[in-house]
């Protein structure tokens, strides 16, 4: 009889850390400043909630899905030369042009941060000029001229 041909082991492969999940995104500016952290969450919460009181104001060029949950804004009208778009869902936005492309936040944005990164349209003299002023837009939008949503 011949031998029996051993099996090939198998080599325990490293477990892949699971990545902490984000409760919220913040944007970096008011870090230090409870008050101010405390208004841009309320801000991105409200805004969230309330897509289609804002969303067509900052991106003339977005349009809704056919269930109306999701809004989306195409790479190419933010005069990026990227294939997949920005999408806007109460559940957060995802810039799925970077998602892949080594973005720390792999993609995911608050409202204040896509307002204040591409509001409105390239040459745009409404696209607020930083983030307490891409806040403050929004505020108005949901509105609020305290900073506050309503």
Do not use: C
Request: aromatic share 6%; hydrophobic share 35%.
């Amino acid at each position: 009889m011949g031998a029996v041909p051993k099996r090939p082991t198998k080599v325990a492969q490293p477990e892949k850390p699971e990545k902490p999940a984000r409760e919220r995104l913040e944007p970096t500016a008011g870090a230090g400043d409870p008050d101010r952290a405390a208004q841009y969450r309320a801000v991105n919460d409200a805004a969230l909630a309330r897509l289609g009181e804002w969303v067509p104001l900052a991106f003339p060029q977005a349009h809704q899905t056919a269930g109306g949950a999701t809004w989306r804004v195409s790479s190419a009208s933010l005069g990026r030369d990227l294939e997949e778009d920005i999408s806007f869902t109460a559940h957060g936005i995802v810039d799925w042009g970077i998602a892949d492309q080594g973005d720390a936040r792999e993609g995911k944005r608050t409202p204040i941060d896509v307002v204040h990164e591409y509001g409105g349209h390239p040459g745009n003299p409404r696209k607020p000029d930083d983030v307490t002023n891409a806040a403050a837009w929004l505020a108005e939008r949901l509105g609020s001229s305290s900073g506050r949503p309503t």
